[in-house]
């Protein structure tokens, strides 16, 4: 390698970091991915699967905006569901069992064809900045968050410089990563890989505050040693609905799930060993995720509950690996062989990698700014786990936010923040920034305010035209949107305006039966018109949540005047008057952009945003007179 210098540097080859390269790369930034192994891009560390239920949609927004991470899982998935299609649209998830071997090339195979992009190996060792000159303060003697220092670059661990003005960290599990499984800690991000140790240093070097999180991952057993017949299979739909609005169908052959149960036996071998689980010794003290917990911790804190559910998912098409969704578990190699085979059809089930638990450093977001940069340096950008998230999905999500909003700082443009009413996306960032989370987050369709539009199905019409003014969406992926965009105006025309031919779109809402088939064969008999089914379907969906999405729009223009509140970025929050001393700290820690946003912080009242208002109105009404 002879180049050393970029626009753009990015720290680890993970979903983080694969979207913040794709991203910025398609922009036109010079980009280096830096990789401990180059096949390791991709790598799915834990479940080998994408989507569900929140996750889903945001791998629909991903793509939509021009990512990458749809088109790999079409690729690679052998089984494909639709979550919720019992329920109403506005929760329906897609989700996708990858093969663990396919994704990942997949992935490299996409990333192959980005231009201006070097894929360097090695460890990046230390981060390289340089002292900003101090700023003037604002009148009211607060500086507010500005920078002490600017990036210029990185060290790798064999002492090769690379110079950039921007790089983004997006080290997943592996900062300072430590692996347990017992009494046994192994350093490395995940099995059989090392953990990145000094990089946390450089950090703290500059000024940053860091953390420790907890995750894990279940056992993996043989496949030969299931006994099926005692277990429930999950196939996937009839027909397969890819994750990329790019692609049409999923033609490749799918494979069956199955399903299983714990029981008594199980819980009652799980609770005699509690002494030897890392959670529950004191060997760990870091937080884990509560909506994704341990079996240790099922059983405690659910001790009313005599079984749990566990889902045997394929690793692959010739994968001899089953991943045992559901019994995430650090308990002793021992133990994890015993109470696996006192599950149902697993009494003879061997072993092939044990579950563990893994720690590692994350930067608490209070930190951080809605673009994902680092308050405390220039130019510093953090996406993925580093953020205190626990997921694929999320990962993604952020390292496109922060691969675009780097492109977009180096070019001195305004930076691109996605808003909760435009996008599970924007509610994660706004989640993560306004509520640094203790423990790792998850997205849930239930955090989204406004899910009604938010759904996996229009993701295209939210976002897309978003993605084309970044840069990011090609002339193909437009050409395909333009054509389902003016599919769907049309039939909406027609069924609005058809007359005594038309089919009123008042009348399919009052018909619950109504579906694609019915709308198809209506619109070809009367106008003799075909139209795709994809974009039927959207005609149905938002027929039928017309008056649902008025009135959340109605809800959104209320919101946006908070929103469109700004707060100055050097309001010293410590001089106001009625604002109370825990409101003080929260709003300079988080350094809220708007009055929207800081109604969102943990431990702010309407009182104080009252109180806010009041002060930041009379300060505009004097400047104005």
Not at 376 to 382: E, I, K, P, R, T
Not at 383 to 395: D, L, R
Request: proline share 5%; hydrophobic share 40%.
């Amino acid at each position: 390698m002879t180049r050393t210098r970029y626009d753009i540097i990015i720290i680890g080859g993970g979903h983080a970091g694969i979207e913040a390269a794709w991203a910025a790369s398609r922009m036109g930034a010079d980009v280096a991915l830096i990789t401990m192994q180059r096949d390791a891009i991709g790598r799915m560390s834990c479940n080998p699967a994408i989507g569900g239920l929140g996750k889903g949609q945001i791998v629909r927004e991903i793509d939509t905006l021009g990512g990458l991470m749809g088109l790999a899982i079409d690729r690679a998935g052998i089984q494909f569901r639709m979550l919720n299609r019992s329920k109403g649209p506005a929760v329906w998830a897609p989700r996708a069992q990858a093969d663990r071997m396919l994704y990942p090339h997949a992935v490299q195979d996409l990333l192959r064809k980005a231009t201006s992009l070097d894929i360097i190996e090695g460890s990046a060792e230390s981060i390289l900045t340089e002292d900003v000159p101090m700023r003037s303060v604002g009148s009211n003697g607060s500086s507010n968050h500005t920078p002490a220092k600017s990036v210029q670059g990185i060290i790798l661990a064999d002492g090769r410089r690379l110079t950039a003005p921007v790089v983004i960290v997006t080290t997943g599990t592996f900062l300072r990563g430590l692996m347990h499984c017992g009494t046994n800690r192994t350093e490395g991000g995940r099995v059989g890989e090392q953990a990145a140790r000094s990089l946390s240093d450089s950090l703290k070097s500059m000024g940053l505050t860091l953390g420790r999180l907890k995750t894990g991952t279940p056992p993996r057993i043989h496949r030969d040693t299931i006994n099926y017949d005692a277990c429930t299979p999950q196939p996937g739909d009839a027909l397969p609905t890819p994750f990329s609005m790019l692609n049409d169908a999923i033609l490749q052959p799918q494979i069956n799930c199955w399903i299983t149960w714990t029981n008594e036996d199980v819980h009652e071998r799980i609770r005699a060993n509690l002494h030897l689980a890392p959670m529950y010794s004191g060997q760990i003290q870091s937080s884990g995720p509560r909506y994704c917990p341990s079996i240790e911790d099922k059983v405690v804190r659910f001790a009313d509950k005599t079984k749990h559910q566990i889902f045997l998912e394929p690793e692959g098409y010739d994968d001899e690996r089953i991943y045992c969704n559901g019994i995430s578990t650090s308990l002793p190699g021992e133990v994890q062989q015993a109470f696996v085979r006192q599950v149902p059809g697993l009494a003879q089930a061997k072993i092939l990698q044990l579950g563990y638990a893994v720690e590692y450093d994350f930067v608490p977001t209070h930190q951080t700014k809605m673009t994902l940069e680092t308050k405390a340096v220039s130019g510093l950008f953090l996406a993925g786990q580093i953020n205190g998230t626990s997921g694929y999905e999320e990962a993604a999500g952020q390292g496109l936010i922060a691969g675009v909003n780097a492109v977009r700082w180096i070019s001195e443009k305004e930076p691109f923040i996605l808003g909760r009413d435009q996008a599970y996306i924007g509610v994660m960032v706004d989640d993560l920034i306004t509520k640094p989370p203790s423990e790792p987050y998850r997205m849930f369709t239930s955090r989204a305010e406004y899910r009604l539009l938010l759904r996996s199905d229009n993701a295209d019409i939210r976002l897309t035209p978003i993605g084309r003014d970044l840069g990011l969406v090609d002339n193909m992926r437009w050409e395909k949107f333009c054509q389902r965009r003016d599919a769907i105006s049309k039939i909406k025309s027609l069924c609005r305006h058809g007359g005594k031919a038309g089919i009123p779109l008042a009348t399919w809402m009052r018909r619950p039966q109504a579906n694609v088939a019915d709308l198809a064969a209506a619109m070809y008999t009367r106008h003799q018109l075909c139209f795709g089914t994809d974009s039927l379907e959207q005609v149905l969906i938002d027929a039928k949540y017309a008056g649902y999405v008025q009135r959340q729009a109605q809800q959104i223009q209320r919101f946006k005047k908070l929103e469109g509140f700004g707060l100055p970025a050097d309001l010293n929050y410590n001089a106001l008057p009625g604002l109370r001393l825990e409101a003080r700290q929260q709003l300079t820690a988080v350094a809220p952009g708007t009055l929207g946003q800081a109604s969102r912080i943990t431990g702010i009242n309407p009182a104080d945003i009252t109180a806010l208002w009041v002060h930041l109105t009379a300060q505009r009404n004097r400047k104005a007179s």
